[in-house]
T-cell receptor, first 113, second 111 residues
Framework: AQSVTQLGSHVSVSEGALVLLRCNYSSSVPPYLFWYVQYPNQGLQLLLKYTSAATLVKGINGFEAEFKKSETSFHLTKPSAHMSDAAEYFCAVSHTGGFKTIFGAGTRLFVKA | SQTIHQWPATLVQPVGSPLSLECTVEGTSNPNLYWYRQAAGRGLQLLFYSVGIGQISSEVPQNLSASRPQDRQFILSSKKLLLSDSGFYLC??????????FGQGTRLTVV
């Protein structure tokens, strides 16, 4: 069975500071990994995905994530936070493509001026 | 391009009333379709998925059911709503090698 654990339900950073959202996964097969962002009362938007190609994945809005098999991690980073980054972020895993994607509990990011 | 429509956006229903939420996908054929429920602070829980017309798999036992009467139509239903059915419901689709694409969600409040 696959699962995702997101460390920290809330993360607060100052505008311009580094954003680091942590995600660890469990999978018996090589995983597909995703980060999605959700703004209030909206659906989920894909930030980036790992599909067994390059381990450092670049996404939209300046976000990137690194797949580390030895640590079973897929942490999301952004060098400099912007007020518009305030949202909820979900890490997710699946066996193949987006089939039956399993989501973590989410991390709400707060950005202080 | 592909789009996904989900309605209504918000819904307030009394306990014991029926429910029907509808989702349609445009611009693709034979997608995998999903219903997720999101409860506050608990992430997204996969409720149902479908790989084809009339083919429905349930991931968790519950008061809800799903149907897929057409290739790009997915319906979430209940005969009698419970208070615990309140939440944010999201429809999504994917193809074999794509990520899941989500609708805008329906906020259901059972009173």
């Amino acid at each position: 069975a696959q699962s995702v654990t997101q460390l920290g339900s809330h993360v607060s950073v100052s505008e311009g500071a580094l954003v680091l959202l942590r995600c660890n996964y469990s999978s018996s097969v090589p995983p597909y990994l995703f980060w999605y962002v959700q703004y209030p009362n909206q659906g989920l938007q894909l930030l980036l995905k790992y599909t067994s190609a390059a381990t450092l994945v670049k996404g939209i809005n300046g976000f990137e994530a690194e797949f580390k098999k030895s640590e079973t991690s897929f942490h999301l980073t952004k060098p400099s936070a912007h007020m518009s980054d305030a949202a909820e972020y979900f890490c997710a895993v699946s066996h193949t493509g987006g089939f039956k994607t399993i989501f973590g509990a989410g991390t709400r990011l707060f950005v202080k001026a | 391009s592909q789009t996904i429509h989900q309605w209504p956006a918000t819904l307030v229903q009394p306990v014991g009333s029926p429910l029907s939420l509808e989702c349609t996908v445009e611009g693709t054929s034979n997608p995998n379709l999903y219903w997720y429920r999101q409860a506050a602070g608990r992430g997204l829980q996969l409720l149902f998925y479908s790989v084809g017309i009339g083919q429905i798999s349930s991931e968790v036992p519950q008061n809800l059911s799903a149907s897929r009467p057409q290739d790009r139509q997915f319906i979430l239903s209940s005969k009698k709503l419970l208070l615990s059915d309140s939440g944010f419901y999201l429809c999504a689709w994917s193809l074999e090698n794509t990520e899941a694409f989500f609708g805008q969600g329906t906020r259901l409040t059972v009173v």
